[in-house]
């Protein structure tokens, strides 16, 4: 019973702080001077995925044996699976009840930014998600084959995420009067702009909470598990997953409630991008880095839900309904992992 409420309590926090880290990272975007979209492909993602990079560093260069370098590894393989299909899913639904409780409240809502419908520049989203699947096949490649120079490649995926980041801050140009479409800091509700202390001590207060609960919460995930039935393997790489990138998931929800769909996106192609490069580096440059036969399935239905986002941004298909079924993908992962494991 302790354990489920552990779960329940966490999740309340991780959302509760998750409202107060995307209020303050929009505020953080504007005194940057970043452009809008830079805020969820480089500001929120980073936040959010921070926490997870550094559990895989210290699981990957401090662990003491081969079990704890495994939980690294699948964790640079899960992160990827559950934003692909899990936080795209969930982003999906909020774009339908958005679009249903908008349809109900105003009946003459006559464009698709009034009735939910407006994901922002799907050229942009499209040409991230293709750099992230050529380097997800890069990295699930290595992972079948053993040479001599495979962990010096890590050091590439570093770069990889450096081209990206700096690509992402001049994409497009920030500041200006932007703060009129921004709700006030939390911390200084009066004030119509708010000090910077307060915007990085809201950010950064808030990151903390989202990571000490994320990880209360994938302890209490990884006890109830055997108590209702579920095997450890099973949990850990079925339900962890989720519960990692459950930061991520509430800014989707969180985002999206508020009419703000294209950063929830460019918030999730941003984290994706971080997960493919920055925990796969370290796994590559501290761990064998071979693939057994869950971890390749997870690369492989990544994979499949890269491609079937790709077609619909390709084929204007890209819309909530669209993006609910990118969940199933997980489903599917799910269906096959467990008669592999049990």
Known sequence: MLHVVTLLACAVAIYLSCEW???AVEWLGLRLKVGPLAVGTVLAAFGTALPESVVTFVAVVFGSGSEQKDI?????????????TAAY????FMLLTRRR????????????????????????LARDQRWFLTIFVVKVALGLVTFAFKPALGLLFFAAYGVYFWRELRAEPGGGDDAVDLEPL????????????????????TLVIIFVASQLFVHALEAIGPMIGLPA??????LSPIATELPEIMNAIIWVRQGKTHLALANISGAMMIQATVPSGLGILFTRWRFDGPLLLSGVVTIIAILFLLVALNT?????????WAAAFYGVFAACLIPILV
């Open 101 to 124: 409780k908008v349809a109900a409240a105003e009946t003459n809502a006559a464009s698709n930014a009034a009735r939910g419908e407006d994901v922002g520049d799907t050229r942009k």
């Open 316 to 324: 204007g298909r890209f819309t909530g309904r669209t993006l609910t």
């Open 72 to 84: 690294g590894v699948g964790a640079a393989m899960g992160g990827p699976l559950a934003l692909a």
């Open 21 to 23: 880290f995307v209020n």
């Open 186 to 205: 939390r911390l200084q509700r009066r004030r119509a702009t708010p000090a910077t202390w307060a915007v990085v001590t809201q950010a950064l207060v």
């Open 89 to 92: 899913g969930v982003t999906g």
């Open 233 to 238: 393997a099973v949990t850990a790489l079925l």
